[in-house]
């Protein structure tokens, strides 16, 4: 018997509010990360915030929790938000996969991160896809490799890409499978805040992130006309 191919769509109610979408994920088994997490984790913020941060996927943290962006990254990413001035009650953040995936240790008793897989991100976009059909986004950053591969495409790379002003989905390498926004929304790229954390020189790790968040908060303000 041929195994049945992976994916969210049939758990995903349509048309749904951010509400209908947050109770109805804690059912979705589109992918096998379900059944070793804690639970699914969402999204928080309002869904008329004009900013959006997509992430990689819940950490040990956030598995526990079930909030997103609440353990050290996520601290973080809030103390950068407020150094560039914007309000993190205007913004929204989520993660291109739902799940946290993770290893345990040698002693099975500290859950280790891992990498979602190309297809475990394609399983999960159709609750980012429904996401930001609710969404009035102006300015979405993504934060680090995963979440730009769920925006863009597999050729995604954040070196490439990261503190430019793209337009979106029109960037995207399949823009016809996001929706669209009016007036239309812009992509910054950066780094996962965790990637701050392993850095060596965090400090200029941090001042590099803080740049690119500067360009999506000016983005925002009417900065850059792109769009």
Same mark, same amino acid.
């Given at each position: 018997m041929?195994?049945?191919?992976?994916g969210?769509?049939?758990?995903?109610?349509?048309p749904a509010?951010?509400?209908?979408?947050?109770a109805?994920v804690?059912?979705?088994?589109?992918?096998?990360?379900?059944?070793?997490?804690?639970q699914?984790?969402?999204?928080?913020?309002p869904?008329?915030?004009?900013m =959006?941060? %997509?992430?990689?996927?819940?950490g040990?943290?956030?598995?526990?929790? *079930?909030?997103? #962006?609440?353990?050290?990254?996520? @601290?973080?990413?809030?103390?950068?938000?407020?150094?560039?001035g914007?309000?993190?009650?205007?913004?929204?953040?989520?993660?291109?996969?739902?799940h946290?995936?993770?290893?345990?240790?040698?002693?099975?008793?500290?859950?280790?991160?891992?990498?979602?897989?190309?297809?475990?991100?394609?399983?999960?976009?159709?609750?980012?896809?429904?996401e930001?059909?609710d969404?009035?986004?102006? =300015?979405? %950053?993504?934060?680090?490799a995963?979440?730009?591969?769920?925006?863009v *495409?597999?050729? #995604?790379?954040v070196?490439?890409? @990261?503190?430019?002003?793209l337009?979106?989905?029109?960037?995207?390498?399949?823009?016809?499978?996001?929706p669209?926004?009016?007036?239309a929304?812009?992509?910054?790229?950066?780094?996962?805040?965790?990637?701050?954390?392993r850095?060596d020189?965090r400090?200029?790790?941090?001042?590099?992130?803080?740049?690119?968040?500067?360009?999506a908060?000016?983005?925002l303000?009417?900065?850059?006309?792109?769009?």
């Open positions: 041929t195994a049945e191919p992976m969210a769509e049939k758990f995903v109610p349509e509010s951010l509400d209908d979408l947050r109805a804690q059912q979705c088994r589109g992918c096998d990360l379900y059944r070793h997490a804690t699914a984790v969402f999204s928080k913020g869904a008329d915030a004009e =959006v941060f %997509v992430g990689e996927q819940p040990d943290v956030e598995d526990r929790r *079930g909030e997103p #962006f609440v353990g050290p990254a996520g @601290r973080l990413l809030s103390r950068a938000v407020s150094d560039v914007l309000d993190p009650d205007r913004i929204y953040v989520t993660n291109a996969v739902k946290f995936k993770f290893r345990l240790d040698q002693r099975g008793k500290r859950r280790i991160h891992q990498n979602p897989s190309r297809m475990e991100v394609l399983a999960c976009r159709p609750w980012l896809t429904a930001f059909a969404l009035k986004a102006r =300015v979405i %950053v993504a934060l680090g995963t979440a730009g591969q769920s925006l *495409g597999p050729s #995604f790379r070196t490439k890409s @990261r503190g430019q002003v337009p979106w989905p029109a960037s995207a390498e399949h823009p016809e499978q996001f669209t926004s009016d007036p929304a812009v992509l910054v790229p950066t780094v996962h805040p965790s990637a701050i954390l850095a020189d400090d200029a790790a941090y001042g590099a992130f803080v740049a690119d968040l500067t360009v908060a000016e983005a303000r009417g900065g850059d006309k792109l769009g």
